[in-house]
């Protein structure tokens, strides 16, 4: 996850997948051109074994793709006086 932990790799997941409103095995759907959806819930689920290195580059090219998109919205928000919410870089651990 282009250098990110596994598990700030994780917690980005868990954000774009309650953001989304989704279980697990849902959000597997994404992936499952790449990711059989067993081994993405056992992935989710904490075993970092579950899926493959090329695996993780593929869940992270997708939460870039997220969290770059997630940034303009915020920056939208924040330019019309709103505070959002703690996005991807929040929960991955990030600041500015």
């Not at 939460?63 to 959002?84: C, H, T, W």
């Amino acid at each position: 996850m282009a250098g990110l932990t596994m598990a700030q790799g994780r917690a980005a997941i868990v954000h774009l997948r309650d953001e989304l409103g989704l279980s697990n095995r849902e959000l597997a759907r994404v992936f499952q051109d790449n990711i059989e959806a067993d081994a993405f819930v056992n992935f989710m689920n904490g075993d970092d074994s579950a899926i493959t290195t090329a695996q993780t580059n593929v869940i992270g090219n997708e939460i870039a793709r997220y969290v770059s998109a997630e940034d303009q919205d915020r920056e939208a928000l924040q330019r019309n006086g709103f505070k959002p919410k703690p996005g991807f870089r929040e929960v991955m651990g990030f600041t500015k």
